[in-house]
């Protein structure tokens, strides 16, 4: 794993270029677990945008426990994503679950995400690999570090340089009061093992809109090139992850009073 210079991975968004690196200021992606409708989708992504966030992000393809739980709007859902990225001027992180899906997804998203439940799946590594979107890679919820960069590794094999990872909690034997365990070890464990830009997601992480301004700020304190964080206009009403998102109010609050007083590390 040795490397040089770390890495910077720079995004085209509607608005320009935006910088992922040790040496540029903190990306904030936000935006809902799902993409519900448009109007809720084009309304988030302009109250982010005015709080700070330079990116959306927002599910069209969900990977649910339950194959009952709602699944997302799949195809429709990227249309809304590309009409609140024309509204917005925000570019677009979405997830792709299946290597069927990377065109289409692609030709909407400014970042492709592989969701922690993907990150072992090789051939989906292989096919993002392979085209020319910026990959966003989580951690696995039972990965390993080492398997979490062997995984970006595949990505990079494939002739792709353009990768972030993301952590976004693991499974230990804490289960009662956060949904995962946040590892923000990671952040000084990888700097010394990749060049690559590195992403912390406090709501997967914890699970809970309570917890999530202290792990952001904790993120930003330990160095974290990126921040990922749940907003929903109305979290009590959301398809899926509504205990984890953050009001549009309380996410303005935190990134324009909590997140700026904090150096990056
Ligand atoms: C997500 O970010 O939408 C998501 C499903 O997260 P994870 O893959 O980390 O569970
Ligand atoms: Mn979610």
Redesign the pocket.
């Known amino acids: 794993f040795r490397h040089g210079e770390p890495s910077e991975v720079w995004i085209d968004t509607p608005n320009g270029k935006v910088p992922f690196g040790q040496n540029h200021p903190v990306v904030i992606v936000a935006g809902p ?2 993409v519900e409708n448009e109007e809720m989708i084009v309304e988030t992504a302009k109250r982010v945008k005015a709080a700070g966030a330079q990116f959306l ?3 069209a393809y ?2 649910r426990t339950s194959p009952y739980a709602f699944q997302g709007h799949g195809e429709s859902a990227l249309g809304l994503l590309a009409a609140a990225r024309e509204a917005s001027g925000l570019g677009i992180i979405t ?1 792709v679950m299946d290597t069927a899906d990377v065109a289409k997804v692609g030709a909407v998203a400014d970042v492709l ?7 072992h799946n090789f051939s989906l590594l292989k096919k993002v690999g392979a085209q020319d979107k910026p990959v966003l890679l ?2 696995g ?1 039972s990965a390993t570090i080492d398997e979490w960069l062997m995984a970006a590794e595949y990505i990079l094999a494939a002739g792709n340089p353009n990768v972030i990872l ?1 952590e ?2 693991i499974r230990t034997f804490e289960r009662s009061y956060a949904r995962n365990t946040l590892d923000l070890a990671v952040i000084p464990v990888l700097r010394e093992l990749t060049h690559l830009p590195l992403m912390i ?1 406090p ?2 992480g914890t699970g809970r809109s309570e917890y999530v301004p202290a792990m952001a700020k904790a993120a930003i304190a330990a160095g974290t090139d990126a921040l ?1 964080i ?1 907003v929903h206009p109305n979290p009590a009403k959301a398809l ?2 509504g205990p984890q998102s953050l009001t549009p109010d309380r996410f303005d609050r935190l990134v324009k009073e909590e997140l700026s007083i904090i150096g990056k590390a």
Do not use: F, T
């Not at 995400?113 to 990150?119: D, H, K």
């Open positions: 677990c799902s992000r927002g599910g969900k990977p997830e995400q592989i969701g922690a439940r993907n990150m989580k951690r919820m993301c976004r909690g997601d709501s997967h990922m749940e899926s992850d």
